[in-house]
């Protein structure tokens, strides 16, 4: 039997890392995969840099009410989509039967936002950068467990990579004495992080499930319209005397919209992406969202330029090139518990011997007829039990061999 083959012919051969050559790695869909996430980041800067204008130029600091005209936008449009919609997957099936799971993820995704605003007041920028990241360690823990996904060492190699970038990015902080925030209670505001990036982490898999088995349309539809209802709740209690006391203008307004603007971009577009790789690989692209903003006020803000901005920089998108170069795989449960399925979360392609690319699950399933094909051959020629009518003209079974 050949080395790579196993009495369970199925497990080994998911088993298998793909080739990994240049050509199979930097391939178009890694390509727009990457192009994508970076255009996700992009929009998280947006809503960093206007954000800072308004609490630094116009001291306005209405975190609920700006995450309360995001979810507003989400409801009036996706909502209404799902309102229009006929058949059984209309609103009022939806609320019938998953109404309470949607509103607990309302309530994660709000307090989530709500957490890591919260944090600045109490600890500093370097803590808020680098506790963000758990995230990643806890959004692969849920998708082990709930979305039954298998990494590989590479895939734990690449996330280290992308934190080193993170590491590089928090030195140039620290080297420039840029270190914003407070220092009034670190242990709260490092704790409201921590609370944050889990509830973060949450969310995202719950988005990763709902718009690969359901519909990117229903997910937004009813975060939206319930986290319309609780931010709404949470502004009315938390920022009413602030919003009496803002003095409007048409720079504050502006400033507004172009914050709606970019968080609506990245709610209606980060499904899209997640739907195409996993949500695991989506942040590690978003870890570039904070370089993006630092480019940003090197301009608007005047911070000073360091070198290893563009280290950590590198460093990242190499550790997410490095995470989707190969596929990870998800535990088919309808399989036994040790039998695995190739399914793709990123999008590291199998390339044929001519250059063709084919998905993962194709080559896993031709392959394993091959196999299978090429096992009951063996069975066949080595068994001496198998019963063969016998043909007496020709001396020979009904499988042409001759006695």
């Not at 949607?102 to 944090?119: I, R």
């Not at 007496?392 to 009904?398: I, L, Q, R, S, W």
Request: aromatic letters at 10%.
């Amino acid at each position: 039997m050949a080395p790579d083959e196993t009495d369970s012919a199925g497990q080994d051969l998911v088993s298998r890392p793909p080739k990994c050559s240049p050509r199979n790695v930097f391939n178009r869909k890694l390509l727009e995969t990457l192009a994508m996430g970076q255009g996700l980041s992009a929009f998280i800067c947006g809503t960093a840099v206007t954000s800072q204008y308004l609490a630094t130029v116009y001291q306005v600091n209405t975190p609920m009410f700006q995450s309360f005209m995001n979810y507003a936008v989400l409801c009036l449009t996706y909502t209404t989509a799902l309102i229009l919609r006929k058949g059984d997957g209309n609103i009022l099936q939806i609320l019938k039967t998953k109404w309470w799971k949607y509103f607990l993820l309302g309530l994660v995704d709000v307090e989530a936002n709500y957490a890591v605003v919260k944090a600045y007041q109490f600890t500093t920028l370097t803590s808020i950068q680098l506790l963000d990241c758990f995230v990643i360690p806890a959004l692969m823990i849920l998708s082990w467990f709930f979305l039954k996904t298998r990494y590989r060492i590479v895939h734990y190699v690449a996330v280290c990579v992308c934190l080193a970038g993170v590491g590089a990015m928090v030195g140039a902080d620290l080297l420039s004495k840029r270190d914003q925030g407070s220092t009034s209670d670190i242990l709260l505001g490092d704790g409201l992080v921590l609370v944050s990036a889990t509830l973060y982490a949450i969310s995202n898999v719950c988005q990763e499930y709902t718009v690969k088995n359901l519909s990117r349309v229903e997910f937004l539809g009813m975060v939206g319209l319930f986290g319309t209802l609780i931010s709404g709740i949470q502004l009315g209690i938390l920022e009413h005397s602030a919003l009496r006391q803002m003095k409007w203008s048409w720079e504050i307004a502006l400033l507004l919209s172009g914050y709606v603007v970019c968080m609506y971009a990245l709610y209606s577009f980060m499904p899209v992406v997640v739907k195409l790789t996993s949500a695991t690989a989506v942040n590690l692209s978003l870890l570039t969202a904070d370089l993006f903003s630092l480019f940003c006020g090197l301009f608007l803000f005047q911070y000073s330029f360091s070198v290893l901005y563009i280290v950590s920089l590198v460093t990242i998108i190499v550790g997410f090139i490095m995470y989707n170069s190969v596929p990870t795989l998800t535990l088919n449960p309808e399989l036994a518990s040790d039998e695995e399925e190739g399914g793709q979360d990123n999008p590291a392609l199998v390339f044929d011997d001519e250059g063709n690319q084919d998905s993962v699950i194709d080559v896993v399933s031709d392959d394993l007829e091959k196999r299978n094909g090429e096992k009951e051959e063996r069975h066949f020629h080595r068994n001496p039990h198998i019963h063969s009518e016998v043909n007496p003209a020709t001396c020979e079974t009904e499988h042409g061999v001759k006695l």
